[in-house]
């Protein structure tokens, strides 16, 4: 696509409840990001696709979060049992060169645990 | 976890004028870009500088890059309302990028 495509935009969610995320990145680029961003603070690393596998996930905060990329391209952040911490808009990336230089960033998904 | 860290946290100048902010950061670095986010949405890629290099050019944008302080600063020049943006430098280790903690840029028109 023309750009980094996230969806849903937004997302209320009750504590508890599992949530799905979806990021569609720019087509061809092999690297994809995910990071989770606070309000006040700068985005927060939270794993590291290189193709289907993640080659980084030092920066998911507990086993509740998991993220799948199965065919290289879409990816899924998925949150088990949310919590009211998790909200924050979470950001997904992709980058073509490896190692990268440029991220393009979508639009994010804003996550409202209630 | 954050490498950078943006000084100052919010900076207020009027149009026209130049803007400095700096990054600084903790460990050894392949580059450093810095980025620019409009209300607290995606990210837009300003300017990339590799550690190897000491400044660069891009329109109006200019970086210079320490690896010996481990600092960088990015100069806004004959700044614009639609400058209006937090701005973050993000470190370059790896395959991966740490962000900052942004700089918040107000310019009065």
């Known amino acids: 696509g023309a750009g980094v495509s996230q969806t849903p935009s937004n997302k209320v969610t009750e504590k508890g409840k599992y949530v799905e995320l979806r990021c569609d990145p720019i087509?061809?680029?092999?690297?994809l990001y995910w990071y989770r961003q606070s309000l006040g603070q700068g985005p927060e690393f939270l794993i590291y696709?290189?193709?289907?596998?993640?080659?980084?996930d030092s920066g998911l905060p507990n086993d509740r979060f998991f993220a799948v990329r199965p065919e290289g391209s879409v990816s899924t952040l998925k949150i088990q049992r949310t919590e009211r911490g998790d909200s924050a808009v979470y950001l997904c990336?992709?980058?073509?060169?490896?190692?990268?230089?440029?991220?393009?960033f979508g639009q994010g998904t804003r996550l409202t645990v209630v | 976890s954050q490498q950078g860290e943006e000084d100052p946290q919010a900076l207020s100048i009027q149009e026209g004028e130049n803007a400095t902010m700096n990054c600084s950061y903790k460990?050894?670095?392949?580059?450093l870009q810095w980025y620019r986010q409009n209300s607290g949405r995606g990210l837009v890629h300003l300017i990339l500088?590799?550690?190897?290099?000491r400044e660069k050019h891009s329109g109006r944008l200019r970086v210079t890059l320490d690896t010996s302080k481990k600092s960088s600063s990015l100069l806004i020049t004959a700044s614009r309302a639609a400058d209006t943006a937090s701005y973050f430098c993000?470190?370059?280790?790896?395959?991966?990028?740490?962000f900052g903690t942004g700089t918040s840029l107000t310019v009065i028109p």
């Open positions: 990336a992709s980058s073509l060169n490896d190692p990268p230089t440029e991220a393009f």
């Open positions: 087509s061809g680029h092999t690297a």
């Open positions: 696709f290189q193709g289907t596998g993640a080659a980084d």
């Open positions: 460990t050894s670095i392949n580059n």
């Open positions: 500088i590799r550690s190897n290099e």
């Open positions: 993000a470190t370059g280790t790896g395959n991966q990028f740490y």
